[in-house]
């Protein structure tokens, strides 16, 4: 059995990727972190401040989950699991081209004090996703290896651009190098476009 060693600084991404037995922990509090491409950025001590949960219960349930044996895990999250609006849905290429008359419908429904995201595009050069922010939640200070586009396509926020603030609404545009602090707090329901480039 893998070495369990869990701190308020381990990687959700990583904690779900070594211990997938984990994922129901997250799912039965409807947590976005399975799927969610931020869980890369995003520690045990965040997602507890995110969702208002005890961080050491938290983490103490986890580590219980860790324990069950994979297949019991799988037989507990299930095939509807699949179809969960938490999954990363990527887009099936039939045309040379990919098309979305209105991109914010890609997550039509933003579940209160929640954060919702959903990769909508995913190649070799770029990855596409849409987040969609309940009003008061927060996208904490987090950095991405590689540079990114941010567009607000709905709603007001307040945005962290490495040592700047600013207050913005749909329509603004933010190009970052790789590894710029940044971070976003929903004033109102905000639903944001995120290009990953490689």
Excluded at 33 to 47: I, K, N
Excluded at 105 to 129: G, L, N, Q, Y
Aim: proline share 7%; aromatic share 6%; charged share 20%.
């Amino acid at each position: 059995m893998d070495n369990i060693q869990l701190s308020p600084k381990t990687s959700v991404a990583e904690l779900l990727t070594r211990w997938p037995q984990a994922i129901p922990i997250f799912l039965k509090r409807n947590m976005s972190c399975p799927g969610c491409s931020m869980s890369t950025f995003e520690t045990l001590e965040d997602a507890s401040r995110i969702y208002h949960l005890d961080l050491k219960q938290f983490i103490n349930e986890i580590s219980q989950a860790i324990l069950i044996p994979q297949d019991l895990s799988t037989a507990q999250t299930g095939e509807p699991n699949r179809s969960s609006k938490l999954q990363i849905q990527e887009q099936i290429m039939t045309t040379p081209y990919t098309f979305f008359p209105e991109i914010a419908k890609a997550i039509e429904t933003i579940p209160t004090d929640s954060i919702v995201s959903r990769t909508v595009f995913k190649d070799e050069h770029m990855k596409a996703i849409v987040f969609a922010f309940a009003p008061g939640q927060e996208l904490s200070e987090h950095t991405a290896s590689v540079p990114a586009i941010i567009q607000i396509i709905e709603g007001d926020c307040e945005m962290t651009l490495g040592s700047d603030r600013f207050e913005v609404s749909a329509g603004a545009w933010a190009r970052m190098p790789a590894n710029l602090p940044h971070s976003i707090v929903a004033r109102t329901p905000v639903k944001m476009l995120l290009l990953m480039l490689s």
